[in-house]
T-cell receptor, first 114, second 109 residues
Framework: EAQVTQNPRYLITVTGKKLTVTCSQN?????MSWYRQDPGLGLRQIYY???????DKGDVPEGYKVSRKEKRNFPLILESPSPNQTSLYFC?????????????FGPGTRLTVL | KNEVEQSPQNLTAQEGEFITINCSYS?????LHWLQQHPGGGIVSLFM???GKKKHGRLIATINIQEKHSSLHITASHPRDSAVYIC???????????FGTGTRLQVTL
């Protein structure tokens, strides 16, 4: 089944404790992206990747890191999480250049930083 | 002002009603997406369009490039249509999507 998976689905952590949210897709998509969703603000792009070893900042990259060492995986790293990073996070993928191709979304990761 | 605006923010309808959700954008785009987010949180792509009209089952999406406006219509609405509907525009570089804040739809019996 074609899908985007994220882990964990739920995470409660404390300020400053490094964490990684994994994202994996099995559709051989070139484009992958991370979004956060906050009430009243909608979805905002954090980082995106056009292909292996090619990543770039989105609208709200501060406090986040990403890597794209393999085509299928695009982990989101929070080196020192803070309470303002409490949010619902989505990973998405598409064939190329996400704007002109359907994006497939993961199930979401609800992160709480205390 | 957001580049992508949706209206209404909230919408309640009775089963069977015809529903329209609107999306306006202020910049040039190459494609517009309609997404559906159910209460469990998952997001599903409904439509991607750059001109004209698309139909899938009871859902119809239209776009008017000159007026910078798109609409999502639901015919014969059903309680299972209750969800948040989000429009997103490809607003610049091919990779970037800009999202509206969503329309929360509740369809009652």
């Amino acid at each position: 089944e074609a899908q985007v998976t994220q882990n964990p689905r739920y995470l409660i952590t404390v300020t400053g404790k490094k964490l990684t949210v994994t994202c994996s897709q099995n559709m051989n998509h070139e484009y992958m992206s991370w979004y956060r969703q906050d009430p009243g603000l909608g979805l905002r792009q954090i980082y995106y990747s056009m292909n292996v070893e090619v990543t770039d900042k989105g609208d709200v990259p501060e406090g986040y890191k990403v890597s794209r060492k393999e085509k299928r995986n695009f982990p989101l790293i929070l080196e020192s999480p803070s309470p303002n990073q409490t949010s619902l996070y989505f990973c998405a993928s598409s064939w190329v250049a996400g704007g002109i191709n359907e994006q497939f979304f993961g199930p979401g990761t609800r992160l709480t930083v205390l | 002002k957001n580049e992508v605006e949706q209206s209404p923010q909230n919408l309640t309808a009775q089963e069977g009603e015809f529903i329209t959700i609107n999306c306006s954008y202020s910049v040039g785009i190459s494609a517009l997406h309609w997404l559906q987010q159910h209460p469990g949180g998952g997001i599903v792509s409904l439509f991607m369009l750059s001109s004209g009209k698309k139909k899938h089952g009871r859902l119809i999406a239209t776009i008017n490039i000159q007026e910078k406006h798109s609409s999502l219509h639901i015919t014969a609405s059903h309680p299972r249509d209750s969800a948040v509907y989000i429009c997103a525009a490809n607003t610049g570089t091919a990779s970037k999507l800009t999202f509206g804040t969503g329309t929360r739809l509740q369809v009652t019996l």
